[in-house]
């Protein structure tokens, strides 16, 4: 639905809103799975939405339009372009392409009330600090997965010459103009990473990351800065050298495929002994986990840009270790667990990034599986047949893997919870409705 918004009446900024409007009533997703369903067809997989939302904070770095497509219309894309309209952003949306302008600032807060909706706008930080000297953004609170602290970005920060204060529950962080610095991250941070690349384009001098995280999201940020002027060397490896610039240009940017959402739908087709073609995918961003669906026992041919897959009668179990890219990525765990549940033996599924991600086990255990969690480890013993039940949805990927779990549970699931599930993945029952799957989502 397109809907025209008021905003600051200000005649020269026209926001458009369209595909997502988030319906606060209570929303569940009801599955009438079947243990031999098959899924069948061809799905297209939208853009990254963990490349998205630090693009979208990098367009606060420059006073120039920056136009970037394939974005994925998801519930969090919406929220950091709440949250950065209140700064100044003006923007145009057509389809999945995005035109951002940051003209000027009206406000160098962020509120708590928008970034507890999604840590990833703390990001806009750097690029406030960086851009105008000054930036007061809330420090996002606890997250379902583990304690998320920022102490890397902020220590980061600090190194490059901000001067930070921590005001009730805010950041305040000031400085005339970063200085350029080596700095070497005590562990792999995809946000810490992606937030000091931001802020050391526009530092004086050259800065060094080294430990650097090495996500395909991460590279795909560079090559936006770089296409905006920034000089950026070792895009992609564990150290980052960034040479600072007096100002950052506009730019077209093409997001990369969601490899998580891909990653999904082959489990989906792994799972249910399915047919799928997935279409606008990357595969080279997903080796990983192709490499573990391969082990057990599903097919999977790759052509182009576009990955084939056909799931097998058997299931073999696989032992996983998720770990920072290019290992297992910990957004694919929950999933390949539901697999798992259906493999001929016992698996074992070690969870290294964060310290809270098997909340998903005891929903699961609802639905019939048999899994023990002991420590950073959860034991899958498989195969044991699903049967539909109400299960609650506590994030993002868990929520994705109750669904899967729902199309081969026998009789009726219904998903509680779901605005966790529109915050990553768009139209996922429109998705999964296409491949035959008897799924929708129930309001009341
Ligand atoms: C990104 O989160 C992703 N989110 C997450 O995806 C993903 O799970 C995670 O990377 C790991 O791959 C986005 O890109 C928006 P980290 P991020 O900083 O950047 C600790 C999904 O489902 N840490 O790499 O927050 C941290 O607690 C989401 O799409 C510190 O200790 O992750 C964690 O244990 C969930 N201090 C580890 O590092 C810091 O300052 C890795 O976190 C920062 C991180």
Redesign the pocket.
Known sequence: MLRRAPRNDNPSCVVIRAAFVYNPSVERIRILGRNDLRLKGDVRISGS??AV??ALAASLLTSEPVRLHNIPLVKDVFSMLKLMTELGLEYALEGTSLTLDVPKILSEEASYSLVKLM??SFLVLGPLLARFGKAIVAQPGGCA??????????AGLQRLGANITFEHGYVKAEADRLQGADIRFE??????T?HLVMAAALARGETVLRNC?Q?P?ISNLCELLIKMGARIEGVGEETIRIVGVEQLGGADHEIIPDR?ETGTFLVAGALTRGDIHLTGTEPSHILTTIEKLRYSGAVIDVEGKAIHVTGSAEIRPQDVTTS??PGF???MQAQFMVLMTQAAGTSIITET???RRFQHVNELLRLGATIEVMGDKAVVHGRTPLSGAEVIAT???ASASLILAGLIASGETIVNDVEHIDR?YERIEEKLRGLGARIDRIRE
């Not at 997965?145 to 902020?154: E, Q, S």
Request: hydrophobic share 30%.
């Open positions: 939405k963990n939302l630090p840590r990833a997965i583990g304690p998320r602290p920022v102490d890397l970005h902020i562990k792999k941070t995809v946000g810490g992606e995280a996500e999201e998580i920072p890219y990525p910990t957004d990034i964060f310290d994030d993002l990927r990553g």
